[in-house]
Antibody
Framework: QVQLQESGPGLVKPSETLSLTCTVS????????WSWIRQPPGKGLEWIGH???????NYNPSLKSRVSISEDTSRNRLSLRLSSVTAADTAVYYC????????????WGQGTLVTVSS | DIQMTQSPSSLSASIGDRVTITCRAS??????LNWYQQKPGKAPKLLIF???SFHSGVPSRFSGSGSGTDFTLTITSLQPEDFATYYC?????????FGGGTKVEVK
């Protein structure tokens, strides 16, 4: 079955750029929507944005100026970049799949904790 | 953004209890409401989509209802594996937003 695995640095310095990858196995990334969601420790869930077929993206307005999501179809993976990070960006970051722009998140990765600290 | 408000934020229950969690949207979202279950250290799992439709493999003791602004998740007979935090999420408009969560604890 389809599995998602997030990876990337667990520690990022303030003002730097957070970069994460979500590798998809067991299925193609084509023709699906892929979202990034984050969860600060002990808190709730926040949708970051999604990508569809490489060319179409939609971002949370609260993060839009700092976020970029892309796909690498040759490697069957997607990427998240979040610039100018602060301690408030410390969170577990998840990637997830949905079948339409109506964001019903059917398959999730296990998540990866990113801490922003000097 | 559409605000999603869950109540209660936590509850204590025993095995076999009927548990009800409510979710209210700040404006009508028709039936575009999803429910997720999250256990500590794990990713959320989709339980219910479109307010009342079961995701694959979800036990029938879980059910969802509601439309417009008011929604309910019911667990008819609480099982040990159901102790977790539950989140509602609207998929009616962008950005999709989540409720604050309801933690179901052992009484």
């Amino acid at each position: 079955q389809v599995q998602l695995q997030e990876s990337g640095p667990g520690l990022v310095k303030p003002s730097e750029t957070l970069s994460l990858t979500c590798t998809v196995s067991g299925g193609s990334i084509n023709n699906y929507y892929w979202s990034w969601i984050r969860q600060p420790p002990g808190k709730g869930l926040e949708w970051i944005g999604h990508i569809y077929n490489s060319g179409s993206t939609n971002y949370n307005p609260s993060l839009k100026s700092r976020v970029s999501i892309s796909e690498d179809t040759s490697r069957n993976r997607l990427s998240l970049r979040l610039s100018s990070v602060t301690a408030a960006d410390t969170a577990v970051y998840y990637c997830a799949r949905h079948s339409s722009p109506m964001t019903t998140l059917t398959i999730w990765g296990q998540g990866t904790l990113v801490t922003v600290s000097s | 953004d559409i605000q999603m408000t869950q109540s209660p934020s936590s509850l204590s229950a025993s095995i076999g209890d009927r548990v009800t969690i409510t979710c209210r949207a700040s404006q009508s979202i028709d039936y575009y409401l999803n429910w997720y279950q999250q256990k500590p250290g794990k990713a959320p799992k989709l339980l219910i989509f479109a307010a009342s439709s079961f995701h694959s493999g979800v036990p029938s003791r879980f059910s969802g209802s509601g439309s417009g602004t008011d929604f309910t998740l019911t667990i008819t007979s609480l099982q040990p594996e159901d102790f977790a935090t539950y989140y509602c999420q609207q998929s009616y408009s962008s950005p999709p937003t989540f409720g604050g969560g309801t933690k179901v604890e052992v009484k």
